[in-house]
Each structure stands twice: as C-alpha cells, then as structure tokens.
C-alpha cells in the first residue's frame, strides 16, 4: 500500500523565475523577462499595458532572479541531498532560440540544460522538463504577435525536434505547456498575447489556445517518434470550484467553472473538442480558424499522463454582491468560510486536492502527476540565518496525507510530486522575492539586494525524511 516504490518525489522551477542570466549565453529576450514588479506588473501580464522592452521606472526581478544560471551545480547537488528522485525545470526558448525563429539553435543554449541534465542523472535524479513555462521570445511577439499566429505552431515544432533529439535518453518526462489555462486569465505572461484597441479579446485567446494545443499534439507526436520511451504530459492550473451554496445556479456555475479549465484537458487528452466548449464559443461568437488534419493530429497524440498545480480550492456563486469582491484576481474566487487563507490570501485546503485529484482521474482515467503545491508566505531568519518554517511544513503535510488518501483510498494512480519552489524563487504572480515557497531559502529581496547565499530551512530536513520514507513518515519532530 501506499505510494509506488518508484514514485517521483522532488521540487519545481521555471527557468524565468530562477535562472537570471537574461543577456548570457546568446540568450534572446522574453515576455517573462519584461514584466515588472509593481502596481503595473498585473496589467502588463493580463496585456493591457504594453511593456515589451525594459525601461528606467521599473524593476525587473526575472533579470538576474537567484542567479542559478551561474549556481545550477550547488542548487542540483542540494536537491540530491534531500533526496530528490526528480526535478521540474523548464528550458528558456530563448536560449535555444534567441528569437525563436531561427533554423539552427544555439549551442550555448543547448548545451546549458544538456550539462544539468548530466548533472541530475549523476545523482539519480530524472529530469522532468516543462517545454515552455509561460516564456515566448520577445522577437515573435512583436513580429508575429506571438500565439496569435499559426506560424508559432512550426516555431514551437522546431524547438521540440532539436531539443527531443538533443536530450534523447537524458529526459524521459516532458510538460508541453506550464499550465495551459494561464492563457485566459494571464495572457502576456503565459502566452505572449498583447491586446490592441478593438480587438475581440476572447477570439485572441481561444485561436491562439488552439495554436497551443495543436503545437502540444505535435510535441506529443515528435517525442513518440524520436523516442518511444519519452512521456508527454500536459499541465493545467486545477483547483476543483465549490459551489458556495447548494443553490442549483450556484453549483451551475461551479461546474461552468471546471469546465473552463478541463476544456484544454479535454482537447489534450481525450483528443476532441468537448460539446460544451464548441457551443460557447459559437455563442461568443468565435470562430476559430483550423486547418485541415488540425482535428486528427489532436485525435491521434493525446497526452500520456495529465500533470498540474494545486495550491487551492476555489469557490464560485451566482451573488452578485459576493461576485464584485473577486475582482483582480488571476484565478476568480470568492471567499471560502471554512477554511484558513496564506498571507497572500490563498486558502488552504488539503481534501480539496484529495478531491481535485479524484475529478481529474474520474475524468480522464491516467496516470497523474502533482508538479506544484505548495506555501508561498514570508520566512524571517533567525540570527544564524535559519528559517523555522513549521507552517511550510504543516502545509505540505497536509497535502501529502491528503494525495496519500487519493492513492490508498481513492485509487488514482498517482506517478508524482514536485513541490513548487523546492529553492526560493521570483513569485510569478507578483514577481516577490518575499513570496517563497522554498526549502532553501535565498538571500535576496524584493529590490534585488543580498548575497544570494543558499540556507537549507527546517523543511529542508522534513522533506528529505519524508522522501526517504517514501511518504510514511510526515511528523514534524
Ligand atoms: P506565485 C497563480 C498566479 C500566477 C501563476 O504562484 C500561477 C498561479 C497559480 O496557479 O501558477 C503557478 O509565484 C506557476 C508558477 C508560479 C506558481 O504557480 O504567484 O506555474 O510559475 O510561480 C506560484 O506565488
């Protein structure tokens, strides 16, 4: 019983949010680079407010972020202590690509996550790659106005040949895309979108979520054929919605919700755009524009395995008065009465990843993979520079009992863990430093000041137990 003897336990990074090196290695410029930190950081990731250059009045914390392009060895050789038995990294397009629409990638590049590749196999550690996390070179979106163009779809196909080939039997898990839904709610950032006056914004984002997914479908495709032994996952930002009342509209709108979520599932792993979805779109008035073998590509290269984040529930109501406080949001939510909420105001609920976990494996019958979750809160150091981080630990424990309960009780066939930010990182979201989610804490703030030191924190040493265990062993003393 239990977890699988060989489940995946280990940490998750995004090369935006901790490499910095922005300018080395003939590396291009990126949308993840361009958005600040600051009041103007939401409208410049929801592409409202142009920003595809830096300029003097802002600070831009994914520059140098914890400097791990120049720190990866010591970083990786921390992950190998506690444990690690993988590790979630995405590959920066522009440094593969410097403007994305090249025919010959860049060496330097290539040969980057080729050496942290080695790195992690020297200490067992299997490489779980994110394809793209939210990055798209700073060139296709001005010239081609990124996921707007079907020409992203060969860009992409590209990128997938040359780094398939290149990292052939030193990666076996890949992500297409980090968390495909971000492209509704965050569209600059997760997916290179900027919006014109007049533009109608959701024909924008459901054809270029369809460039996405047909792109996906063709990684899918490439990685069978470059190496059969090669998994293909997609990833969604999930957090199952609850109805606020049992008020029929209410759990209506909650299952409305869902669906606006799983609708990239459904496509990635059931191969078909799902009924619902063509009749809302045709009642938004959206005509998406496919070509032909558009639906069989997608038919015939489902995914292998549905990974995602899970860092809350998320509650949906019919009320109008309650509907006007969730605006600003990335993920629209109101306010769950029953449970407890991090600094930051996500709420903390562990059954709800019991119960996300069983929507999903009822849904779509494979194997899953949790590649996020975890606790973003501020950790003050004590004189000897060690973080007591006992609400870290409390968080996770809970989760981990929780997906424990999916597995032994529930029966969903689980292939791992990453928590996010296994080291402390950029917040995606605000672009924080203060924000972090590590077992290593980094000496760095908001501003950009510190040495970069890395610290191991109190979780460090729980989560190495925890993994060594195999999950047996959650206690905190
Ligand atoms: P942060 C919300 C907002 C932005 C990105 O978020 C998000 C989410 C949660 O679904 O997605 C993921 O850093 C993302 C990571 C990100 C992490 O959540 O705002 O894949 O890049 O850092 C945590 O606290």
Same mark, same amino acid.
């Given at each position: 019983m239990g977890f699988r003897k060989d489940f995946l336990w280990g940490g998750a990074t995004a090369a935006n949010q901790c490499e910095?090196?922005? @300018? #080395?290695?003939g590396r291009g410029l990126a949308n993840v680079d361009v958005v600040p930190i600051g009041p103007d950081r939401f409208p410049v990731i929801t592409g409202e407010m142009k920003m595809f250059d830096f300029d003097d009045d802002h600070f831009y +914390?994914?520059? #140098?972020? $914890?400097d791990m392009y120049h720190r990866w060895q010591e970083d990786i050789a921390l992950f190998a202590e506690m444990g690690f038995k993988t590790y979630r990294l995405s590959i920066a397009w522009s440094r593969i690509? +410097?403007?994305?629409? #090249?025919? *010959?990638? @860049?060496e330097e590049g290539l040969k980057f996550y080729e050496d942290i590749f080695k790195e992690c196999k020297k200490y067992g550690i299997e490489p779980l790659v994110t $394809? =793209?996390?939210f990055d798209c070179p700073m060139h296709l979106i001005k010239e081609y106005g990124a996921w707007r163009s079907r020409k992203l779809v060969g860009f992409y196909e590209n990128l997938c040949h040359v780094i398939f080939n290149r990292y052939k039997g030193l990666v076996k898990y890949w992500l297409t895309? /980090? *968390? $495909? @839904?971000?492209i509704l709610h965050a569209p600059f950032m997760g997916a290179g979108l900027y919006f014109e006056e007049g533009d109608n914004k959701d024909q924008v984002k459901y054809q270029a979520a369809h460039h996405e997914l047909v792109a996906s479908a063709i990684a899918t495709k490439i990685a069978h054929e470059v190496d059969p032994e090669n998994k293909v996952g997609c990833m969604l930002a999930a957090g199952a919605y609850y109805p606020y009342s049992c008020k029929p509209e209410d759990v209506f709108a909650s299952r409305n919700n869902d669906r606006e979520n799983y609708f990239f599932i459904d496509v990635q792993s059931r191969g078909e755009y799902p009924a619902y979805a063509l009749k809302d779109l045709e009642r938004k008035g959206i005509e998406l524009k496919m070509e032909k073998g558009d639906l069989e590509l997608l038919k015939e290269n489902t995914v292998d395995f549905i990974s995602f984040s899970y860092y809350s529930s998320r509650v949906s109501t019919t009320d109008p008065e309650l509907l #006007?406080?969730?605006?600003? /949001? &990335?993920f629209a939510s109101v306010k769950n009465p029953y449970l407890k909420a991090s600094e930051w105001g996500w709420q903390i609920d562990p059954l709800g990843l019991r119960i996300t976990l069983n929507d999903i494996y009822d849904r779509y019958q494979k194997p899953l993979f949790i590649v996020e979750n975890g606790l973003g809160a501020v950790d003050t150091p004590d004189s000897?520079?060690?973080? &007591?981080?006992d609400y870290r630990i409390e968080y996770l424990a809970a989760h981990i009992a929780a997906m424990k309960d999916a597995v032994e009780l529930d029966g969903v066939d689980l292939l791992g863990y990453t928590t996010w930010g296994c080291i402390d990182l950029v917040s995606a979201? =605000?672009? *924080?430093?203060?924000?972090r989610y590590g077992f290593i804490y980094v000496d760095r703030d908001n501003e950009g000041n510190g040495t970069l030191a890395r610290t191991k924190k109190k979780s460090f040493d729980w989560y190495k137990q925890v993994i060594a265990t195999n999950g047996e062993d959650l206690s905190t003393e």
């Open positions: 910095g090196g922005y @300018n #080395e290695g +914390p994914a520059k #140098e972020a $914890i690509f +410097p403007n994305g629409d #090249e025919k *010959e990638p @860049n $394809i =793209t996390h895309f /980090n *968390e $495909i @839904n971000m #006007e406080q969730t605006a600003g /949001n &990335i000897d520079g060690y973080v &007591i981080d979201g =605000t672009g *924080e430093m203060k924000k």
